[in-house]
């Protein structure tokens, strides 16, 4: 089923912010925290530092309403530059890769494309943009067709 999620991205210490929304809302993580050590390699890039690998690349938190509160670190020894603004994004997860190229095609109309939709390792077809309001948008179908 179609949802809609909002995404905190937070320099290193998305784990804490969890466990304090954790205990606001009195819920528990979705599925258990995703390290950033737990992805395969990218071509290219230098291996990860022991810290680095510890960092959190993926959780979730249901909130109330069936909405979803997920967040990763974004630090800057991975090249993300966090301002505030920038560490918020809504993540749209639509039933069908059509509409997911539909609804990426257009909130990017007029704005900036930072990650092309594609097949990504955890097995999902992902983008993300910049609307023309500056708004933040990540589409994330899980639906091969």
């Not at 704005?111 to 500056?134: E, N, R, T």
Request: hydrophobic fraction near 40%; charged fraction near 20%.
């Amino acid at each position: 089923m179609a949802s809609t999620s909002i995404y905190l991205n937070f320099s290193r210490n998305t784990e804490e912010a969890f466990n304090f929304y954790r205990s606001v809302f009195q819920t528990e993580f979705s599925w258990p925290i995703s390290r950033m050590g737990d992805a395969p390699a990218a071509p290219g890039q230098p291996p990860l530092s022991d810290a680095d690998k510890q960092l959190v690349m993926h959780v979730a938190l249901p909130l109330m309403g069936g909405v979803e509160l997920m967040g990763t670190d974004a630090p800057e020894t991975m090249g993300f530059k966090l301002n505030p603004g920038n560490n918020v994004y809504i993540n749209l997860q639509p039933d069908t890769r059509a509409e997911a190229d539909r609804l990426f095609n257009a909130l990017s109309e007029s704005g900036k494309i930072d990650m092309p939709l594609s097949d990504m390792f955890w097995g999902a077809y992902f983008g993300s943009v910049i609307d023309k309001f500056g708004v933040q948008w990540m589409v994330n179908c899980e639906s091969k067709t």
